[in-house]
T-cell receptor, first 115, second 116 residues
Framework: AQSVTQLDSQVPVFEEAPVELRCNYS??????LFWYVQYPNQGLQLLLK??????LVESINGFEAEFNKSQTSFHLRKPSVHISDTAEYFC?????????????FGQGTTLQVKP | GAVVSQHPSWVICKSGTSVKIECRSL??????MFWYRQFPKQSLMLMAT?????????EQGVEKDKFLINHASLTLSTLTVTSAHPEDSSFYIC????????????FGQGTRLTVV
């Protein structure tokens, strides 16, 4: 079985400051890792994912995440945030072998970007 | 890109009535669809996995007779909340897995259910 822990429920940050949203996972098998963003009253949008290969993955809007197998982490970072980045962010895992598409989500982190 | 559409986006119903929520994959075939439930300020909890043409697989603790799931075609899955009660009020989100590219699931915009 897999589990995901997002260590921070809320992260307040000023605009243009860097941010890191932490995610740790537990699994006895290899996993795929995902970050999703959710704006109020909307569904989830995929931000980035790690399946294999390079451990550093990037999104088109400046976010990046690094898969660290030894620390079982997949922290999300952005060097300079914007007001529009204010949203709920979810880290998720899915079994890599025999993947069914089933996702296990973390508790979510609310990113609050202040002007 | 792959688009998943949920309908309705919000619904208010009286206690004791049933509500049906539709989840459609608009531009791809989805062999598998997932239904999640999200309480305010909480994460998404998987309710069930729906495979086209077969019975849904429910997660532990989810009442299959209360949350009826039908996946009659490769583009449509429905969730029916039967005899709804106020505690069923929640945000329900579906996702669909692309048939060929099996590693990613695309999410609908969600349905806000309020039972009064």
């Amino acid at each position: 079985a897999q589990s995901v822990t997002q260590l921070d429920s809320q992260v307040p940050v000023f605009e243009e400051a860097p941010v890191e949203l932490r995610c740790n996972y537990s699994s006895s098998v290899s996993v795929y890792l995902f970050w999703y963003v959710q704006y109020p009253n909307q569904g989830l949008q995929l931000l980035l994912k790690y399946l294999s290969g390079s451990t550093l993955v990037e999104s088109i809007n400046g976010f990046e995440a690094e898969f660290n197998k030894s620390q079982t982490s997949f922290h999300l970072r952005k060097p300079s945030v914007h007001i529009s980045d204010t949203a709920e962010y979810f880290c998720a895992v899915s079994p890599g072998s025999g993947n069914t598409g089933k996702l296990i989500f973390g508790q979510g982190t609310t990113l609050q970007v202040k002007p | 890109g792959a688009v998943v559409s949920q309908h309705p986006s919000w619904v208010i119903c009286k206690s004791g009535t049933s509500v049906k929520i539709e989840c459609r994959s608009l531009d791809f075939q989805a062999t598998t669809m997932f239904w999640y439930r999200q309480f305010p300020k909480q994460s998404l909890m998987l309710m069930a996995t729906s495979n086209e043409g077969s019975k849904a697989t429910y997660e532990q603790g989810v009442e299959k007779d209360k949350f009826l799931i039908n996946h009659a075609s490769l583009t449509l899955s429905t969730l029916t909340v039967t005899s709804a009660h106020p505690e069923d009020s929640s945000f329900y989100i579906c996702s669909a897995r692309v048939r060929v590219l099996g590693t990613e699931a695309f999410f609908g915009q969600g349905t806000r259910l309020t039972v009064v």
